[in-house]
């Protein structure tokens, strides 16, 4: 039974934040859990070379899989590449491997370096439409770079989820990152924005954690999310057994608040705005 309503056309995000270990990779496979375990058809997309979101969705990723870097360098159709979740129905996975590490580099001289993920996610998604199999959701797990890698995916997308962790200097860097993305929406895509700020590893006990929470508030408004993700022991556990929290431990608080996030997500009727 599908327990949120289907958006009226795909909604695809793109998960960034150049810093790293923020819990880009964490938000993106825990929302793309709860969204297909209330009965959506989620999509993710692994775009980071360590293949992190692939391990926690329990997708094979060792040297010479072909993934995304497949689809990227070779033009190979995502319909060949993109395999299912074992635990998750309605999941799929485009999983990445290390060979990706190359292709920031290989993709610098190939033509329309910027918007192959484009080409290929579109094509890819007008197929599923036709065979009446539409997705609603797609989730892009971005390296923490503003490479090229990442410049595919904010041509590939509409929103821009940037997560935020509680913690000091967290809004620093956060200016490159929207400039860059404020670039992409005027050069190669206007239909980006972004829609989504989430806070992640918030601890409620300290100050420094509601602190920079506040900040973020003032600075970002109503795109911030009211649910705010707890540093929890279960989250960090989850990735080690291929799991998500929300098949690991579905009780925990981890795990309620993804569900609690991706009830948010999907109930913001958050319409582009301009990027910024
Ligand atoms: P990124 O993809 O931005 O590099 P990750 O999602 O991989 O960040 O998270 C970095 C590390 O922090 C990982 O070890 C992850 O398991 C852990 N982590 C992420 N979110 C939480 C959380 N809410 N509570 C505890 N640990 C977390
Ligand atoms: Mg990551």
């Given amino acids: 039974t599908r327990e949120l309503e289907r958006p009226a056309d795909t909604r695809i995000f793109v998960v ?9 990779t964490t938000t993106a496979v825990n929302i793309a859990a709860a969204l297909a375990l209330k009965g959506l058809r989620v999509l993710v997309i692994d775009l980071d070379p360590q293949g992190n979101a ?11 899989t072909p993934g995304v870097y497949e689809a990227l ?17 309605g999941l799929t ?15 610098v001289s190939l033509v329309a370096r910027e918007t192959r993920l484009d080409k290929a996610l579109q094509a890819y ?21 503003l490479g ?22 967290a809004l620093e860097g956060l ?28 601890d409620a006990r300290t100050r420094l954690s509601s602190g920079v929470a506040d900040e973020v508030r003032n600075h970002f408004g109503d795109k911030v999310l009211r649910t705010a993700i707890p540093r929890s022991v279960r989250i960090s556990e989850a990735p080690s057994y ?18 609690e996030a991706a009830r948010e997500i999907s109930e913001a009727a958050r319409k582009a705005r301009s990027a910024g």
């Avoid at 960034?16 to 880009?24: E, H, I, L, T, Y």
């Avoid at 692939?54 to 010479?64: C, K, Q, R, Y």
């Avoid at 996975?93 to 993709?107: H, N, Q």
């Avoid at 291929?242 to 569900?259: I, K, P």
């Fill in 16 to 24: 960034a934040n150049q810093k790293g270990g923020v819990g880009k």
């Fill in 54 to 64: 692939s391990t926690a969705l329990n997708i094979d990723h060792t040297e010479g």
């Fill in 73 to 89: 360098v070779d033009g190979t159709d995502l319909d060949e590449l993109i395999r299912p979740c074992p635990d998750i129905p």
């Fill in 93 to 107: 996975v485009l999983p990445a491997t290390i060979d990706l590490a190359g292709a920031e580099i290989e993709l």
């Fill in 125 to 145: 998604l007008a197929e599923c439409k036709d065979a009446g199999d539409r997705i609603d959701y797609v989730l892009i797990d971005c390296p923490p770079s």
């Fill in 148 to 169: 090229l890698l990442t410049v595919n995916a904010l041509v590939a997308g509409r929103e821009v989820l940037i997560p935020i962790q509680c913690e000091y200097y």
């Fill in 175 to 202: 200016g490159q990152l929207v400039r860059n993305i404020d670039l992409v929406h005027r050069h190669l895509n206007p239909n980006l924005a972004i829609t989504t700020i989430l806070l992640t590893m918030h």
């Fill in 242 to 259: 291929q799991q998500t929290v929300l098949t690991y431990d579905r009780t925990s608080s981890g795990a309620l608040s993804y569900l």
